[in-house]
């Protein structure tokens, strides 16, 4: 691409735009510019999340709900305000169905420990999938051995598609909940979770939708999906670390047990008893990550800017571009390959270990994530003990596939 082709692609892609909102891209590394591609771990920040948490420390930092000054007011009229926009963003019917919690792996467990402590009886059946994250998998597991019920797994294929048909067989009368991924992360399959849902619902169990990896890259709609939870973390989706969000019909949680107790979760306490406190905060136990959640709502007011239909398209071309670019790497395998994907790229090389590919590619300037992914099983699925893993934001460009192709040419050398 000549200069002048190449300053016109770079005016009329809005890609170009995006990322000027996310000054961890201006750096170098090892001398070369840095290309950020392990956004399936966490997703960069753009400013207006930065200046966000920073004006709230600077200039109304205090405790929420409790207190009777202007500060505590404000910081609780901003932390509302941030559950608002999650049940916007989500499409939920009220913000009652949103609880605040540390990440998807916390939501996740609110509900197994909640929910499943309280209904699972021995010889009931959770029902996953065998591309769960190892978070929706321990959890179950926890919950079936202090309640005698079983952990069954839907296989997947070659490809890394839920094996359907097999998953239907699964289902029964003695099937309680169903906890699959919404999208793998380590493989980028997008499940099927509306049949998911409606399949479970038909034998009257419960759904849990683990977006850890959806929520960032693909449109949501809790009430059009009707799972019954729904989990997501802050910091893949442009947030701070350390906040996420559990979703949950407001029936359920309204009969669900506390998770956790201690202040803002009570209305009365005495050494008798306790009286809850009302949705969602009685699953709320303690200061909750105010920051946290306001830069949340921060990072959803970004994403609603761009469009998440439109980051999405982006996403998906990007993909494209880049499987058809590592397709005619000789000795490279992609792991993953179902039909319906969002933006991650699993591979390995002949003969080489995903963590040398990680290692030559950091001195490249190209940032990408080697190991398990917290997906042993999956690893165990394919026979390998790790993969590497480029995995794709909005702010990505082909120039940075680009960089990821040639930093894996520079792996073949070495390893030639």
Not at 89 to 98: D, H, K, P, Q, V
Request: with cysteine; aromatic share 8%; net charge neutral.
């Amino acid at each position: 691409m000549n200069a002048t082709k190449e300053a016109l692609v770079r005016h009329v892609e809005p890609v170009y735009r995006w990322r000027e909102d996310f000054p961890v891209l201006k750096q170098q590394v090892y001398g070369k510019p840095l290309v950020y591609l392990d956004n399936a771990a966490t997703s960069q920040k753009p400013a207006a999340v930065i200046e966000t948490e920073r004006r709230y420390y600077e200039e109304y930092n205090a405790n929420v709900h409790r207190g009777v000054h202007a500060l505590s007011q404000k910081a609780t009229d901003a932390y509302e305000a941030a559950r608002e926009k999650v049940a916007r963003f989500l499409n939920a019917r009220s913000a009652r169905e949103i609880v605040f919690v540390r990440g998807c792996t916390e939501g996740v467990n609110l509900v197994a420990q909640s929910y499943g402590r309280a209904i699972l009886k021995p010889g009931d059946e959770i029902l996953i999938t065998a591309m769960e994250h190892h978070s929706n998998i321990v959890p179950w597991q926890i919950v079936c051995r202090e309640t005698g019920a079983v952990l069954k797994v839907a296989p997947i294929n070659d490809a890394g598609e839920l094996v359907f048909e097999a998953f239907e067989k699964l289902l029964s009368e003695r099937t309680k909940i169903v906890a699959a991924v919404h999208v793998s992360n380590a493989l980028g399959t997008i499940n099927p979770v509306e049949r998911i849902v409606e399949r479970a619902h038909a034998v009257g169990a419960k759904v849990l939708l683990d977006g850890a990896q959806a929520a960032p890259h693909v449109p949501v709609d809790v009430q059009a999906l009707d799972c019954d939870f729904y989990a997501f973390s802050g910091h893949k989706l442009y947030g701070p670390t350390g906040i996420g969000v559990l979703y949950g019909k407001e029936a359920l949680l309204e009969a669900m047990p506390p998770y956790q107790g201690g202040g803002d979760m009570i209305k009365v306490v005495t050494f008798e008893k306790t009286l809850y406190n009302d949705l969602p905060y009685k699953f709320e136990a303690g200061t909750p990550h105010i920051a946290g959640a306001v830069g949340l709502g921060a990072a959803l007011d970004y994403v609603a800017g761009i469009g998440i239909e439109t980051i999405a398209a982006h996403e998906h071309a990007l993909l494209q571009y880049a499987t058809e670019a590592v397709s005619g790497i000789k000795g490279l395998r992609l792991v993953g390959t179902a039909r319906r994907k969002a933006g991650i790229l699993s591979f390995v090389m002949e003969g080489v270990h995903p963590h040398d590919i990680g290692t030559i590619l950091d001195h490249q300037g190209v940032a990408i994530r080697a190991g398990h992914h917290c997906a042993m099983p999956v690893m165990d699925r394919y026979r390998v003990p790790a993969t590497a893993r480029a995995s794709f934001a909005l702010y990505n460009t082909r120039e940075d596939v680009d960089a990821l192709v040639a930093g894996l040419r520079k792996v073949q050398e070495v390893f030639g």
